[in-house]
């Protein structure tokens, strides 16, 4: 859903009193405030949520903004409790080439897909995965928005969980079925510092560093093999 209210320049001037705009909604869990235009003009932005007991919720916060000729937008969330499970990297919907060999053998070959590695051949991708309470936040800037000190703008640490990662062999499929052999390429791990990501390993189906471009059909099982596996391309029926 999408509101828009317009203020013309000359009715909203540099030093007009503030304004304010009052919009019913329900089940919104966050505000952006837009402003846009080369004259908008304007000191500063507000925001806050009213629940429905008529009381200013504790989840609110504002954002302000000392700019003329602002433009751009302007973010204000009203935050609620989440629940986070796993990280995860989707490789979703990737073309496929399926041929034929001469004895009625499918092989099917994907796109390359190369992931950078250190010097110890690993694949970083997850670190720092950290969770927030608003005492993290929210508190701190909710006692500045009542007349309190002003908000340092810094994360607390009291307010702060720092998870310990751990991982399991991923699962590939394609088409439906499921794709075998890529943990001989490489597997995920945990690594020192609480770092998660990918371990490549010496194999003959794919350097390391790229994911495995070929498997072969056979039975409902899609096996990762290498280029040197497939046959010649005048070796498959037209």
Not at 56 to 81: D, K, M, N, T, Y
Request: glycine letters at 10%; charged letters at 25%; proline letters at 5%.
């Amino acid at each position: 859903m999408q509101t828009r209210f317009c203020r013309t320049a000359a009715k909203w001037q540099k030093d007009s009193p503030p304004r304010g705009i009052y919009i019913e909604l329900k089940d919104v869990y966050c505000l952006m405030l837009v402003f846009d235009g080369k004259e908008v003009l304007g000191n500063w932005a507000g925001a806050r949520v009213i629940n429905d007991t008529n009381k200013e919720s504790e989840r609110a916060g504002a954002v302000i903004a000392h700019s003329r000729g602002l433009q751009g937008h302007i973010g204000f969330i009203a935050s609620r409790p989440g629940v986070m499970g796993g990280g995860a990297m989707e490789i979703n919907t990737v073309p496929r080439f399926d041929a034929k060999d001469a004895q009625g053998v499918i092989y099917s070959k994907i796109p390359r897909l190369q992931f950078p590695l250190d010097n110890n051949g690993r694949t970083m991708l997850v670190q720092d995965v950290t969770y927030y309470s608003k005492a993290a936040l929210c508190d701190a800037f909710k006692a500045w928005r009542d007349g309190g000190p002003a908000c340092s703008g810094r994360f607390d640490t009291n307010g702060t969980w720092r998870s310990t990662l751990k991982t399991r062999t991923p699962r590939f499929d394609q088409a439906g079925k499921e794709i075998t052999g890529v943990d001989k390429v490489f597997d995920t791990k945990v690594f020192e510092s609480n770092l998660w990501g990918l371990q490549w390993n010496d194999s003959d189906l794919s350097p390391k560093g790229f994911f495995p471009q070929y498997t072969k059909h056979v039975g409902d099982e899609r096996v990762a093999v290498s280029a040197s596996d497939v046959p010649p391309r005048d070796a498959t029926p037209d």
